[in-house]
């Protein structure tokens, strides 16, 4: 397990360069969802999230950030080694990005 120093530490920054990196295939199909079907996007999606920002090789910083989202303000010890539901946070809110733009 390695650290990256350019793994995104925030939601916002893991979702900007998530964007920057999707086809407008890719957009579109995501922007096309409703909420209740995002779940279908974790296994592509999710994959790619996972490796690229290094959810399950040790980025401490976005891993929190997801907890923290999923908890509100408290801390939860069990969503911090949870990298599936960490790129689904991640998903929803580069959903969220696109259809604000949209």
């Known amino acids: 397990m390695h650290k990256d120093t350019r793994w995104p530490k925030t939601i916002k920054s893991a979702t900007e360069r998530f964007i920057a990196h999707m086809s407008e295939e890719q957009k579109q199909k995501l922007r096309g969802a409703r909420k209740e ?28 950030a997801c907890a923290l989202t999923q908890q509100g303000d408290s801390f939860n010890i069990f969503y911090r080694d949870d990298a599936d539901s960490a790129a689904g946070i991640i998903i929803e809110a580069v959903w969220k990005e696109l259809e604000s733009a949209a």
């Open 37 to 64: 079907e995002l779940g279908k996007f974790n296994f592509g999606m999710g994959v790619s999230i996972r490796n690229k920002f290094g959810l399950s090789d040790g980025n401490d910083a976005l891993m929190k």
